[in-house]
């Protein structure tokens, strides 16, 4: 069986850098993907089990890339996690979020995310970083 | 006027009603005449026929008869007309009102009035009216009465003249139908009589057949019946309802005519008062417009607010999330190879900066919204601004694979501006042109047109479709995603071009942009340059010296004793660490009081000072230092959040940074306080003749002194207040404030009495030497002296003054 892959989506390269850094470490297979449109064809391509999302992106803002995940019977299981900045903008989008599984606001600990993971796919046996976080 | 006019109307109607009164009884009065006149005809007929009467007899019955109907009808018509006048003249009764004329109130724009012209309008003429009534009236009595003359009389010369009368008079005044009419008719009578007779239907009895003595009677009595009798009496009863009449009917034009009068004024009113409400309405639409417009002016703004919030709320997230993502990892695998610890901490690194800019950006914005901005205006040669502005984007752009071309125009180019502002707006261009071009090259050039400095930055980038051209520089605006070609996310805060402009139009300049979609844009901004300053921008620019430039390394060790206060250890301890990389030996204290004691035991050779401290703020210790003789020399730099540079300077400080640190400038502003060349030192000179003062500043300058001047003692104090300097030469006779107030005012100040005063005069004399120096000048020359003894005074003193 291969690893649970989780696709982290943001066009900060910086973000996605920290994020495949800490998922890799803590065991977990990482993809990323920079904009929604790319975000959409690895979800169909490569079936990951938890996406996190960002929503201010070029091509295809992050509340498409969910609706359309949501809407597709085969891809509804994929557990959603919103990355927003919190601000005014939460009131306006919070319809449009709950359509997703969760969201975590910037700045977020590494930590959250990994926790987070960790909950979705169930826990396994803890590893040395685990216990660590 | 509505009254009047309503009181008019009101009279017309009741004249009107009275008229017609009349008319239906003028009518009444000949219908009754005619069928009486018939019936007297028919009678007298019948009473010859049948009861044998003589026809004068005959006449003369129905004739008197006829008198006294006529009479009696006019005497009747008559006394009504006295009643009537006796209970009033427009007793006619009540007037419904309301049916003609609805009384307007106001704010009612019903018009009455057009209605009841048009009611007048159609009895223009009621007299006329009057006047066919009569005739007819005449005429159809004369018909009968010709009828009866003829066949009683038997008189066919007298029934043709009467004949012949009335067509000629009914011809003559009534209108052409009535007497074509009443011709027939007459003509029908007048035959079909004579038909009648000459047939033998009826007796014929010639006038003259009965002798001249028989028919003489009836003659006369024809004769004279008719002038006395029938015309006068018909004259009389028309003559009484014409009278009337033709008095109403004068009344009646008058009030016409004053209606109409009241009724044009009315309609001029109306349309008076119609233009009124249309500019109301207008003005109010205007006003209504005006508001719409405002309404969705502060719409757009608002959203642009929104916008902005959420937009700067990223924008400060973003590489927040990074540093702390970045700074948690590091924490959390410090086993992590070192290459790999690097690039995160070169990525903490680079977001810190990346949120630093922000923050300047929003602080800009709120400094120049409050009016709070700071200027430093000095006069700066703008060639070197624009190299260093391209020198420090370079990196920028061969990291995004653009190619950068630098091209300046020879020429002299002198500008005042704030130097650090300017070189904002320059690399903020540049970091627009980096951040807009995926490909192609960004063009950094300056040329001279007249007067102004012209600086452009030309791109081959995305370009600004032309709706957003003009609106690039407002407050929050960002071409949106959907109006940009690459259709990529919008980033930043929207804020920079607008402090560019602010900048530049502070300055006096212009800013503003060329752009074609898809082909690019170039960005021009303009500066005043300052006209025949190339010597002073010179022997400025020298005074820089390259080796100051950040990474020249100082000699290690003997860079002197700097203390630090702040009362952030993490700050303090950074501060120490750079320092000491720097060569200089450091001491720290993490308050004001702190501070004031260890200058009491060692005496630093420069103070790095936060400003905002729990116990003393920065200022207070930096006016406390300045006070006491033993450290009122130490140069003090003022490191703190709040922008308050003049306050700083005023107090004494000899350089005021901002934090975040910009490690480089800090690194230059320590250098140059502690290496400071005291042939270097700086000395101001005050004299109200500028040809003195140019010329001693010339020479200072020549030795090596930072000479300064200025033409009067005011100006020395403000110029005091913005730099310390070590030497003032002062004139002693000058317009407005002399030299001597000069000397009170800078021994007062405590920040100011220890600087050295040299008084230089024109008009040398014992009592002045004396009172001078008693005021606290340290020497007294006589500008006949020379230069060579102001010089060597100069040395003198500074090397009395100087840093041991």
């Known amino acids: 069986m291969t690893q649970p892959l989780v696709l982290v989506v943001d066009d900060e390269p910086f973000i996605l850098r920290s994020l495949t850094f800490v998922l890799k470490k803590e065991g977990f297979g990482v993809e990323t993907a920079s904009n929604g449109l790319e975000a959409l064809e690895k979800i169909r391509r490569l079936r990951p089990r938890v996406v996190f999302l960002d929503i201010m992106m070029p091509r295809m803002n992050g509340f498409e890339v969910c609706g359309q995940v949501k809407s597709d019977p085969e891809l509804r299981d994929t557990y959603v996690v919103f990355l927003t900045a919190k601000g005014q903008q939460i009131d306006k989008v919070k319809g449009l979020i709950q359509g997703a599984d969760e969201y975590i606001t910037k700045p977020f600990s590494p930590r959250v995310i990994v926790q987070k993971v960790r909950e979705v796919l169930g826990s396994r046996q803890p590893t040395r970083e685990q216990l660590r976080w | 006027m509505m009254d009047s006019a309503a ?47 003589t026809v004068p007899e005959a006449a003369l019955i129905g004739l008197v008869a006829w008198f006294l109907f006529t009479f009696l009808l006019a005497y009747w018509v008559e006394g009504r007309r006295q009643a009537q006048q006796r209970a009033g003249p427009w007793a006619a009764g009540p007037l419904d009102q309301a049916d003609i004329w609805a009384v307007p109130t106001a704010g009612e724009v019903s018009v009455p009035v057009p209605r009841y ?17 009569h005739v007819t009236y005449f005429v159809f009595e004369m018909i009968l009465v010709t009828g009866i003359v003829h066949y009683l009389g038997g008189a ?16 003559m005044f009534l209108p052409r139908a009535k007497g074509m009419l009443v011709t027939v008719i007459g003509s029908l009578l007048f035959a079909g009589l004579g038909l009648l007779e000459f047939s033998g239907a009826i007796p014929h009895q010639p006038f003259f057949s009965r002798g001249l003595y028989q028919n003489s009677a009836y003659l006369l009595t024809v004769l004279v019946t008719l002038p006395f009798g029938l015309f006068p009496i018909l004259g009389f009863s028309v003559s009484v309802f014409s009278e009337a009449l033709q008095k109403k009917s004068l009344q009646m034009q008058a009030l016409y005519q004053q209606l109409q009068g009241y009724a044009g004024e009315l309609a001029r009113h109306k349309d008076e008062l119609e233009e009124t409400v249309a500019n109301r309405t207008r003005d109010l639409q205007a006003a209504y417009d005006e508001l719409k417009r405002a309404h969705q002016e502060l719409q757009a703004l608002d959203e642009l607010k929104s916008s902005f919030l959420a937009n700067v709320s990223h924008e400060l997230r973003t590489p927040l999330t990074s540093i702390r993502s970045f700074s948690e990892i590091l924490l959390t695998y410090p086993d992590e190879d070192r290459e790999a610890q690097l690039e995160f901490i ?28 700071e200027w430093n205006m000095t006069e700066v040669r703008l060639d070197e601004v624009v190299r260093e502005a391209a020198r420090a984007a370079r990196p920028l752009f061969a990291e995004a694979g653009l190619d950068f071309e630098v091209s300046i125009e020879d020429g002299e180019y002198v500008v005042m501006a704030d130097r650090d502002r300017i070189l904002q707006v320059i690399s903020n261009l540049l970091n627009n042109a980096a951040k807009f071009t995926p490909q192609g090259k960004v063009r950094l050039g300056m040329r001279r047109i007249n007067d102004t400095a012209e600086i452009y930055v030309a791109d081959t980038g995305i370009g600004i479709p032309p ?6 520089f407002d407050k929050f605006y960002q071409v949106s995603e959907e109006n940009r070609l690459d259709g990529a996310k919008t980033k930043g805060t929207g804020l920079g071009l607008s402090i560019c402009r602010e900048i530049v139009e502070h300055h006096g300049g212009m800013i503003w942009v060329e752009s074609e979609v898809g082909m690019g844009s170039t960005f021009y901004f303009t500066l005043r340059l300052v006209p025949g300053r190339r010597a002073a921008a010179e022997a400025a620019a020298t005074r820089v010296p390259e080796t100051l430039e950040f990474g020249a390394r100082p000699p290690a060790g003997d860079g002197g004793l700097v203390l630090v206060v702040d009362d952030e250890p993490g700050i303090r301890r950074s501060l120490r660490y750079l320092l000491e990389k ?13 501070a004031l004691e260890l200058c009491k035991q060692r005496r630093p050779d420069l103070i790095t000072m936060d400003v905002l401290m729990p116990d003393l ?20 730099v003022m490191v703190s959040i709040v922008e308050d540079r003049d306050r700083g300077e005023a107090l004494g400080a000899s350089a005021y940074l901002t934090k975040p640190l910009d490690f480089p400038e800090l690194s230059r502003t320590v250098r140059s306080l502690l290496s400071r060349d005291p042939r270097r030192r700086k000395i101001l000179v005050v004299d109200d003749d500028p040809a003195v003062g140019r010329s001693v500043q010339t020479a200072l300058a020549h030795e090596g002194y930072e000479a300064t001047y200025v033409s009067g003692a005011e100006e020395a104090l403000r110029a005091v207040r913005r730099q310390r300097p070590d030497l003032i030469i002062s004139d002693l006779v000058m317009p407005g404030m002399n030299g001597y107030e000069l000397l009170r005012a800078l021994k007062k100040e405590p920040s100011t009495r220890d600087i050295p005063v040299l008084v230089l005069t024109g008009h040398p004399g014992r009592e002045g030497k004396v009172t001078a120096l008693s005021m606290g000048a340290d020497r007294y020359l006589t500008k006949d002296e020379g230069l060579a003894q102001l010089l060597k005074e100069i040395r003198t003193l500074m090397g009395q003054r100087g840093r041991s």
């Open chain 2, 7 to 53: 009181a008019t109307a009101e009279k017309v109607h009741v004249a009107d009603r009275e008229l017609e009164e009349l008319i239906g009884r003028i009518r009444f009065t000949i219908t009754v005449r005619r069928f009486t006149i018939a019936a007297f005809a028919a009678a007298l007929m019948l009473l010859r026929l049948v009861a044998g009467v």
């Open chain 2, 117 to 133: 012209a048009e009611q007048v309008e159609e009895k223009v003429d009621p007299y006329r009216e009057l006047e066919n009534l």
């Open chain 2, 156 to 171: 066919e010369w007298l029934g043709s003249i009467l004949y012949v009368f009335t067509i000629f008079y009914a011809n």
């Open chain 2, 346 to 373: 070169q990525i903490i690194n680079q977001e810190s900066e990346r949120l630093t800019r922000l923050i300047n950006d929003v602080l800009d914005v709120a400094k120049i919204e409050a009016g709070k901005m």
């Open chain 2, 467 to 472: 709706e957003s051209r003009d609106r690039v």
């Open chain 2, 582 to 594: 720097e060569g200089y030996q450091v001491i720290e204290a993490a308050s004001g009081r702190e």
């Open chain 2, 617 to 636: 703020s920065g200022f207070n210790v930096l006016e406390e230092l300045k006070n006491r003789p033993s450290t009122a020399e130490i140069p003090v």
